[in-house]
Nanobody
Framework: QVQTLESGGGLVQAGGSLRLSCVASWDTFSSYAMGWFRQAPGKEREFVAAIGWSGGSTYYQDSVKGRFSISRDNAKNTVYLQMNSLKPEDTAVYYC????????????????WGQGTQVTVSS
């Protein structure tokens, strides 16, 4: 079964940092762009960041630019999301997923969603 597994979430104070990891189970990981999304209670799932198959292209939601950084290690089938200067409004369940559509930011274009990891930022 093709799937992803997120980890690294937790409770942190505003201004703090967390590093999320997402491990993919399929062998052709390096052939796919990867994305991070988040969903807060009562809200729709939203795009956070994405990275191309080689790691050479990255995309961010405006609200996280300059604070979050996405990267990948194809040898480890892993994509990361470094989150700095966290704000209470970053509180959500964070998911990673894969897409064959380079540059996409739309959840409908992504598959192999994981179970998510909870990030809670206290004020």
């Amino acid at each position: 079964q093709v799937q992803t597994l997120e980890s690294g979430g937790g409770l942190v104070q505003a201004g703090g940092s967390l590093r999320l990891s997402c491990v993919a189970s399929w062998d052709t990981f390096s052939s796919y762009a990867m994305g991070w999304f988040r969903q807060a209670p009562g809200k729709e799932r939203e795009f956070v960041a994405a990275i191309g198959w080689s790691g050479g292209s990255t995309y961010y939601q405006d609200s996280v630019k300059g604070r979050f950084s996405i990267s990948r290690d194809n040898a480890k089938n892993t994509v990361y999301l470094q989150m700095n200067s966290l704000k209470p409004e970053d509180t959500a369940v964070y998911y990673c997923a894969a897409t064959s559509i380079a540059g996409s930011k739309f959840p409908a274009d992504f598959g192999s969603w994981g179970q998510g990891t909870q990030v809670t930022v206290s004020s």
